[in-house]
């Protein structure tokens, strides 16, 4: 059984190192075609009133004027060895840049996870328990505006409304307690949609089966039914999202970050596409690639220890097959 | 030795300076409100925030040479030899004096003695020479460029010939020399910063200057607290306040939408906002607040025409464009009653500057006439064709002014009535060169200068000239005009040669004006008293308080 | 939100198939006529308004929504409701195209792996793997930045973005019509793969991809327009939903210049996902 599962997590962590390189290659390849570079826009500027012969040799020095291909591989064996370069926007350590960043981004993603975790489970017990029919067909309607309602305008009405008119919060210092809320409950509202759906169809499937009735013919408070046996295993495929919606919450930074002010990844990425900074938007993608993988693997190696249903044996078969099977879920990834 | 009238100039300034600060506290404040700023005496204390933009340029001074946005801190850091203010007027500053020798090509500065770099080194002719010699040449070697603006292709050499006395050559006449050093590129740091390498200048933290307040700590790209250095003795007279700074802390927060920074100091939250939207002016004034649109000495807003690509090759469809453009709707539309329609490719606050405001009128019908008479007819799609080829260009608003991009939209409506299609390409202050570099027939440029003469160094590609219009050098006469401005030994004769060179780019087409630049706008909060603006429109915090 | 909302579909088959006939509720009837309405402003904007989208009457800049004008002026002066019908084009086309691209691309590659498996599964599996790995609006981001700022490199972006999603479904769906006795017996009878292919998996196939493809349609609407707003399409005066806006916002003292537009893309994509919902359901 361990010989097996040991082969198994080893075979699972080089595909993700494999993933994670090839993401790399990917993104850059993408991201070269990009025109021009922003060390001579900057010496192109006319206020430095530079000749084409000074521009040269400051690229020259940067090591732009190198074939594609050339800096592809030394970009590469620098990501290898952990040094994401420096930025061109702003000369600082790239690894500087976005360790600054992270810390700001971790804080709004999770609270947006808790956020959007309690939104769920909110909406799904009122629809199973409130009272009025009425209520719970529009409460079931929910998580769909919550998909249609653009993010950037979720973020502009809470600022006009919570910082400007009812001064809960204010814009100067978007780190607060208060405007991390605010935030995060921007980027929340998209991703608590599906978390509820989910939820909903399955505690309208699980509030079918016996023990639930069996339960509640035995009196237990219709709380306690919902947290103890209803969410409890509906938790387990809204789990299984977790890696999504971490994907979800990095992309959605860039925007809520944006309109926020934060001082994020988000805010990095969008600084570094508008000024091309290659390094930067090379290394945000790929750290984002690395902790989509990494979730995944995580997941990938944790749920055959804990998932009875998963002996030695089937294990690998089951992970082969797994896509086979995974129309019940759609496109959750392996 | 001849004692140059510009020293005569400078002296004047300042004996006049108690006056000139009046004059400059009322313009500071804006309308009707004029003495608000001066009502009050001052108030020691206090903590500034100043919302802005960005800071994405980063900081190492001579590379990305020193933004709209980046200057407003720099000017609080550092100082500058001669400070200039908003008529254009030189007056001493970390320079007393200074003499011009041998037809202006060679210079002496006389420096305030005891001024220090806030790391406790001298502000001595050494540092002085070592700051012209990175603004004339850079360092290749180490990725460090020159100031653009600077005089460099005649400049010789600088020498400390004491303590105190800088003497510096150039080649051949440099005119413009003295003016450039109250430009605010050419900012004085100490010799250890301008030792360091390019990564390390990198660091604001290392950024060590002379100025009225010096960085505290500050978050790259976000926040940048500086705080006032109590030893400071050695502002500019001309300001009316020459000691420390009445403000404890000034903090640079970065708000990159335009309408949360307006918002946020209108709800009470930050003192002040930095280029906010024009059209919110009014409503923003009516509560109270006091928007200050300080000019700078340099060109107005507008476009520099590429006369080496089609369709701008055409003398009648610049000319179409010059009438086509209704200046007064811009400023109507687009700007509010602060704002005045170009009169010149000057400002009006630059001495040589002229009212060529008939070139410059709206008539639409003759400029159809121009076109129809050069064979662009008019298609069923509203456009005008020649050869099948549709008269359209592509206009970038200029990233460093907001508001053109509205300007622009207007612009390429009120073109479309005449039959020239104009598409807008929108870009940010990043990639703003680079459009440059690809020939777009109109570009949207805007350029503070100090003095008049380094015009020359943009009409042609003579003598390294940024050849603004891509004549080259075959536009003999404008080779003539280029050169006389340039060795002009005399401003009487100069003045002449830049009335017949306004005149003459403006019947050409060569220039397009459209208003009067207001490139840096602040919106104050009622509470924040005594600003002053300088000669490049930056505000000036060493003289500001607040009110209890 | 892309790819979490197809989530919902196995369990909300479950649901339907205790229901027999299909029958149209009135709010999916609102969905199609608002879907219908949208679609025409963007074929014959100029039908619903006598308006230029591109100039206005300078005069009358900045005016509050009344008769003349439904959704009030811009800073130009220029019709907002002009703007929003005539920006449907490129907000909804644009739409369009990244769902083709995604799904002729995704199933392509979805078919392959899951016809083909071997080697071209491994292969393709990886570059599915890369897809997937990088979050869907980070990767529309860099490669809008790559391709240049305009719409149509927005939807391709989009496009892009969503092609993992129809290539896991589409091979997952492939699998599992493999695995029926239909193929099987095909296969067993000399019949070749192609074959086996056109004549069973594919028209398995398609309700499920059908019902992912309106799904992803909104979901389309509001990436492209939320780069829009970042700025990562047409310049003005194109009027983009997401860039009306943007531009809009700068302006405090007229705030239907956002809500305006901001309304319609609500509107829309709530139509466009209750469609998907009931297609779904009825499946």
Redesign the interface.
């Known amino acids: 059984m361990s010989r097996s599962y040991g082969r198994y997590a080893l075979l699972r962590a080089a595909?993700a190192v494999?993933?994670?390189l090839?993401?790399y290659v990917?993104?850059f390849l993408?991201?070269s075609?990009?025109?021009?570079d922003?060390i001579?826009?900057?010496?192109?500027?006319?206020?430095?009133?530079?000749?084409d012969d000074?521009i040269q040799?400051?690229v020259a020095?940067?090591g732009l004027d190198k074939p594609v291909v050339i800096q592809l591989i030394l970009s590469l064996g620098r990501f290898v060895t952990g040094d994401l370069g420096?930025s061109l926007?702003?000369?600082?350590p790239v690894s500087q840049?976005l360790g600054?960043a992270l810390p700001s981004t971790l804080t709004l993603a999770g609270t947006a996870l808790l956020l959007s975790v309690a939104i769920a489970v909110v909406i799904a017990y009122g629809v199973q328990y409130l009272p009025s029919r009425w209520a719970r067909g529009v409460l079931r309607s929910v998580p769909?505006?919550f998909?249609?309602?653009?993010?950037?305008?979720v973020g502009?009405i809470l600022?006009?409304i919570f910082?400007?008119r009812l001064?809960a919060f204010?814009?100067?210092d978007p780190d607060s307690a208060a405007a991390t809320l605010f935030a995060a409950l921007t980027l929340a509202i998209?991703?608590s949609?599906?978390?509820a759906?989910?939820l909903i169809?399955?505690l309208?499937?699980e509030s079918r089966q016996e023990y639930a009735l069996v339960a509640r013919s035995r009196g237990l408070s219709q709380a306690r039914l919902f947290a103890r046996h209803l969410v409890k295993p509906s938790m387990l495929?809204a789990v299984a999202?977790i890696a999504?919606?971490v994907?979800?919450l990095?992309?959605?930074a860039?925007?809520t970050e944006?309109?926020f002010?934060r001082?994020g990844l988000g805010?990095v990425?969008?600084?570094a596409?508008?000024?091309?900074d290659v390094p930067v938007?090379q290394a945000?993608?790929s750290l984002?690639?690395v902790v989509?993988?990494t979730v995944n693997l995580l997941a990938d190696l944790v749920s055959p220890l804990l998932d009875p249903r998963l002996d030695a044996t089937s294990r690998r078969k089951a992970t082969r097959e797994r896509?086979?099977?995974?129309?019940?879920?759609?496109?959750?990834?392996? | 030795m001849i004692i140059s009238k510009r020293i005569r100039r400078a002296a004047s300034a300042v004996v006049a300076a108690a006056a000139t600060t009046a004059l400059l506290a009322a313009c500071a404040a804006g309308t009707a409100s004029a003495p608000s700023s001066s009502d009050s005496a001052p108030v020691e204390g206090g903590d500034l925030t100043f919302l802005i933009q960005g800071y994405d340029a980063g900081w190492v001074s001579s590379k990305t040479s020193i933004s709209s946005y980046e200057g407003n801190l720099w000017g609080e850091i550092t100082d500058k030899l001669i400070y200039v203010d908003e008529q254009g007027t030189l007056s001493p500053w970390i320079a007393t004096s200074w003499e011009e020798l041998n037809g202006a090509t060679e210079f002496v500065l006389h420096l305030k003695e005891g001024v220090t770099f806030s790391d406790g080194s001298p502000l001595d002719a050494a540092a002085v020479v070592d700051n012209i010699n990175i603004w004339a040449k850079g360092d290749p070697d180490r990725g460090i460029s020159k100031v653009g603006l600077f005089p460099s292709g005649n400049f010789d050499r600088a020498e400390a010939t004491d303590s105190s006395t800088v003497h510096v050559f150039f080649t051949s006449p440099a005119l413009s020399f003295i003016p450039t050093l109250a430009y605010h590129g050419t900012i004085l740091l100490s010799p250890a910063t301008l030792a360091l390498s390019i990564d390390d200048q990198a660091d604001l933290a290392k950024q060590i200057g002379s100025g009225p307040f010096t960085v505290k700590s500050f978050t790259q790209g976000d926040s940048y607290v500086l705080e006032k250095r109590p030893d400071y003795d050695w502002g500019p007279e001309a300001i009316g306040h020459t000691g420390a700074a009445y403000l404890d802390t000034i903090t640079y927060k970065v708000i990159k939408d335009t309408s949360v920074r307006t918002s946020t100091v209108a709800s009470g939250q930050a003192d002040v906002a930095y280029n906010v939207e024009p059209q919110e002016i009014e409503s923003l004034t009516d509560q109270g607040f006091v928007v200050d649109t300080p000019r700078y000495l340099g060109f107005t807003d507008g476009f520099q025409v590429d006369t080496s690509v089609a369709p701008t090759n055409e003398l009648a469809v610049r000319q179409a464009i010059q009438h086509g453009i209704d200046r007064q709707d811009i400023v109507d539309t687009v700007y509010t009653d602060k704002w005045d329609v170009a009169t010149s490719f000057l400002q009006g606050n630059v001495p040589e500057a002229g009212d060529y405001s008939e070139l410059l009128s709206y008539d639409p019908d003759k400029s159809e006439e121009l076109l129809d008479e050069a064979g662009w007819v008019l298609g069923s799609d509203g456009y005008r064709s020649k050869d099948g080829t549709t008269l359209e260009f592509t206009v970038t608003p200029n990233p460093y002014v907001p508001s053109t991009q509205a300007e622009d939209e207007l612009i390429a409506q009120q073109l479309k009535r005449i039959g020239i299609k104009v598409n807008l390409n929108v870009v940010d202050v990043s990639g703003y060169a680079a459009v440059l570099a690809a020939h777009p027939p109109l570009f949207q440029t805007s350029r503070s200068f100090v003095d008049v003469g380094t015009v020359a160094g943009i009409l042609t590609s003579q003598n390294k000239g940024e050849d603004w219009f891509k004549t080259g050098t075959s536009d003999q006469k404008l080779n003539d005009l280029a050169n006389g401005i340039a060795t002009a030994s005399d401003r009487d004769s100069r003045q002449a040669l830049v009335d017949d060179l306004q005149q003459y780019v403006l019947e050409q087409g060569y220039s397009i004006p459209t208003v009067e630049l207001v490139q840096r706008l602040y919106l104050l909060s009622p509470k924040v008293k005594g600003v002053t603006f300088n000669g490049l429109a930056y505000a000036n915090f060493a003289t500001a308080w607040i009110a209890p | 939100m892309t790819s979490l909302t197809g989530l919902v579909a196995p369990t909300e088959r479950i649901r339907a198939a205790g229901r027999s006939a299909v029958r149209v509720p009135p709010t999916v009837a609102i969905a199609a006529v608002v879907i219908v309405i949208v679609l025409l402003w963007s074929l014959v904007p100029w039908l619903f308004t006598s308006y230029d989208p591109s100039v206005g009457d300078t005069a009358e800049k900045l005016t509050a929504p009344s008769g003349a004008h439904w959704f009030g002026t811009d800073h130009l002066g220029r019709d907002v409701f002009a703007r929003v019908v005539y920006g449907t084009a490129s907000s909804v086309t644009s739409a369009l195209v990244a769902v083709s691209i995604g799904l002729v691309v995704g199933s392509v590659i979805g078919l392959a792996s899951g016809f083909l498996r071997g080697a071209v599964d491994v292969v393709l599996g990886r570059v599915v793997d890369v897809l997937l790995a990088i979050p869907s609006f980070l990767l529309a981001v860099v490669i809008v930045s790559s391709l240049g700022f305009q719409t149509i490199n927005a939807a391709i972006a989009t496009g892009v973005s969503a092609i993992a999603i129809f290539a896991r479904l589409m091979r997952a769906e492939v699998l599992r019509a493999r695995g029926s006795v239909f193929v099987e017996a095909s296969y067993l009878q000399g019949g070749n793969r192609l074959h086996a292919l056109l004549g069973h998996v594919l028209p398995n196939t398609y309700k499920s991809v059908v019902a992912l493809a309106v799904l992803q349609f909104g979901t389309s609407i509001l990436v492209i327009a939320s780069l829009a707003f970042l700025g990562y399409g047409d310049p003005p005066p194109a009027s983009d939903w997401g860039l009306l806006v943007a531009s809009g916002k700068s302006y405090a003292t007229a705030p239907w210049l956002i809500y305006a537009p901001a309304l319609v893309i609500v509107i829309t994509v709530l139509s466009v996902n209750r469609i998907s919902t009931w297609l779904r359901r009825t499946q």
């Open positions: 595909q494999i993933v994670i090839l993401a990917g993104t993408v991201i075609v990009l025109p021009g922003p001579t826009n900057m010496l192109r500027d006319p206020q430095n009133g530079l000749t000074e040799q400051v020095h940067y420096f926007q702003s000369n600082l840049l600054d769909s505006l998909l249609s309602v653009p993010n950037f305008v502009l600022i006009e910082a400007f001064h204010t814009t100067i998209p991703v949609a599906p978390l759906e989910v169809a399955n309208d499937h495929p999202m999504l919606i994907g979800e990095l992309g959605g860039v925007i944006t309109i002010g001082d805010t990425v969008q600084k596409v508008t000024s091309q938007l945000v993608v984002a690639a989509f993988v896509d086979a099977t995974s129309e019940r879920k759609l496109e959750v990834p392996a």
